[in-house]
């Protein structure tokens, strides 16, 4: 780990236990661990431990401690609390930055507490399982839950992503636990491309995802897109441009790129124009929308007679051998509406599809 990290890390944790509410803050410091939950005997830690996935457990130069490592970064984002980590705010949003790390650590934060189940109170079940508590097990309390809430160690996850809450630090809201990174996205929108939080007035919002208006750009030339025709691929926002030259099909029939506002018919891993001049009989021309067809080497047909070379036949259309092709929507490009959404690529009946309506980009 570079010294900027552990440097990053350190200042890191330093913040949050000093904020955290907890229980017990007194610690036992057992060598084999990069960290141990605070206020426990030896003998405890390795029970408290032992009730985790192997994997997870930070033992010194382990992949748990590498876990541990990356679920701090990830879990508690440094650039959601300190303007130092963030690029370009302007003041007005290092001050809302600086409100919001504050109010949520005031609010929010705290830190569980590991310790033995009182072996006098019967009946109790874990917050997030419905499993039984015995006493003398190992659980986890909550202080800002209060203390009728317990979890299995095992169990001490965040409500959205499912993940461990990484050296049981949690922020509460709402009668449920979270890691701060989801937390934090239950008050503002992130930013897909940068990570950072949101704080001005406008960002763009597609596909349940927000930017800042800035960021919003074509994956491949950088373009702003804001406001713009769009398709994502992979999660990733083109350019109409940009999709065609590398995404888009070619036509079987003419071999020209098929143009995302284009429909478009495919079957087995060929694909047409959907157009009577492309989508037709390989010898008669006749089209073939909304039509069976015969397929054979490559080509599709209307009737055997065509496929034989011979003169096209009425009588045998309804043949078993004839297929049915599968009309595909063009991959649409849209602009950002706030409650817009691309329409998936899906199965239909042939039909010219039209680019949807413009919009502006939504408001945050």
């Known amino acids: 780990m570079s010294l900027e990290m552990e440097k990053t890390i350190t200042k890191l944790m330093y913040d949050f236990q000093r904020n955290s509410t907890s229980d017990d803050d007194s610690g036992c ?3 084999e661990y990069a960290w141990v939950p605070p206020g426990l005997s030896p003998e405890q830690v390795h029970q408290y431990y032992n009730s985790l996935p192997e994997e997870k457990v930070p033992y010194i130069n382990s992949p748990g401690e590498k876990y541990r490592i990356k679920q701090l970064l990830h879990q508690l984002p440094p650039h959601d609390n300190e303007v130092r980590y963030c690029n370009a705010l302007d003041e007005e949003e290092k001050r809302e930055l600086k409100i919001f790390s504050n109010q949520r650590k005031k609010d929010n934060l705290g830190r569980g507490n590991i310790r033995p189940f009182p072996l006098t109170i019967s009946g109790a079940i874990c917050d ?6 015995n006493g003398g097990d190992m659980v986890v309390f909550a202080a800002r839950a209060g203390h009728s809430k317990v979890w299995h160690p095992h169990c001490f996850v965040c409500s959205m992503c499912e993940e ?21 996205e239950r008050l503002k929108p992130r930013c897909t491309a940068c990570d950072e939080i949101i704080f001005a007035d406008e960002c763009t919002e597609a596909e ?39 995404y888009a099909e070619y036509c079987d029939a003419c071999g020209e790129h098929i143009g995302i506002d284009q429909g478009q018919m495919t ?32 080509q599709i047909f209307c009737s055997r007679s065509c496929s034989a070379g011979q003169d096209p036949d009425e009588s045998d259309s309804s043949d078993s051998a004839f297929q049915s092709a599968r009309s595909r929507e063009s991959r649409h490009s849209t602009k950002i509406g706030k409650n817009e959404r691309r329409n998936a690529e899906r199965s239909a009946e042939p039909r010219q599809s039209a680019p949807p309506p413009h919009a502006r980009p939504s408001v945050c």
């Open 29 to 31: 410091a057992l060598e």
């Open 208 to 246: 349940g995802r927000h930017w800042h208006m800035k960021h919003f750009r074509c994956y491949e030339c950088e373009t702003t897109l804001g406001g713009q025709r769009y398709i994502m691929k992979d999660g990733r926002p083109h350019c109409c441009n940009c999709f065609e030259s590398l």
């Open 267 to 298: 079957y087995d891993g060929q694909h047409w124009h959907a157009t009577e001049e492309c989508f037709c009989c390989a010898r008669c021309k006749r089209s073939l929308l909304g039509r069976p067809f015969l397929p054979k080497q490559g």
């Open 128 to 133: 997030k399982c419905g499993g039984q508590i």
């Open 164 to 184: 461990l809450l990484v050296d049981l630090i949690y922020f509460y809201q709402d009668g449920k636990i979270f890691c701060g990174r989801h937390h934090a």
